[in-house]
């Protein structure tokens, strides 16, 4: 079980340009969450999948992030244009069905620093 | 999610029995209660559920009180690397979990 995999690890940009952020969920979950995470706010659910289907994106802070999952494989977190208040620690997490009392699985996030 | 209280910070003695508490007393009776903890710099890691009976696994025991309005997890044995923050989540569905403040567990050797 390889996990939860994100990529990058780390993501450092300048103001205004476009950020993608990767994640592969564990093979045959079918649940795939992005939280975000910061020292003022904490842990934060952005957006919730099920079956590859955006269920609830009510967390999303702004137009300028959007979350894909095109495959039961792959979801992208974009932020665009990136601005210095969207840094923080990315996280992705996935569970196998969803409205199970299956835990969630999470990556080790992607730590984003926008300058 | 009913909301959920806990201490912000604890300390526990390496070897020794690290409790828990979390308050949750607006818990409505179809929903669990969860705990993850979070470890530096990495995700968080599920531990153990449960909705009106004690549970117990591999890795911690959940004493949930009759009235279920609080619950307590036990590290039988602390270790230095159980110093984590520590989640008590309430919650009906499993998935949307709300993450709280949390409590900052320090096992000291």
């Known amino acids: 079980d390889a996990g939860v995999i994100q990529s990058p690890r780390h993501e450092v940009t300048e103001m205004g340009q476009e950020v993608t952020l990767r994640c592969k969920p564990i093979?045959?979950?079918?649940?795939l969450f992005w939280y975000r995470q910061t020292m003022m706010r904490g842990l934060e659910l952005l957006i919730y999948?099920?079956?590859?289907?955006?269920?609830?994106d009510s967390g999303m802070p702004e137009d300028r992030f959007s979350a894909k999952m095109p495959n039961a494989s792959f979801s992208t977190l974009k932020i665009q244009p990136s601005e210095p208040r969207d840094s923080a620690v990315y996280f992705c997490?996935?569970?196998?069905?969803?409205?199970?009392?299956?835990?969630?699985?999470f990556g080790n996030g992607t730590r984003l620093t926008v300058t | 999610d009913a909301k959920t209280t806990q201490p912000p910070s604890m300390d526990c003695a390496e070897g020794r029995a690290a409790n828990l508490p979390c308050n949750h007393s607006?818990?409505?009776?179809?929903?669990?209660v969860y705990w993850y903890r979070q470890i530096h710099s990495q995700g968080p890691q599920y531990i153990i559920h449960?909705?009106?009976n004690n549970e117990t696994n591999e890795m911690a025991s959940l004493i949930i009180t009759e009235d279920r309005k609080s619950s307590t997890l036990i590290l039988p044995h602390a270790t230095l690397r159980d110093t984590a923050v520590y989640y008590c989540?309430?919650?009906?569905?499993?998935?949307?979990?709300?993450f709280g403040g949390g409590t900052r567990l320090m096992v000291k050797p």
């Open positions: 997490a996935s569970s196998l069905g969803g409205q199970g009392r299956i835990p969630l699985h």
């Open positions: 093979s045959g979950h079918n649940s």
């Open positions: 999948f099920n079956n590859n289907v955006p269920i609830d």
């Open positions: 607006t818990i409505s009776g179809n929903e669990y």
């Open positions: 449960g909705l009106k």
């Open positions: 989540i309430v919650n009906n569905a499993g998935n949307m979990l709300t």
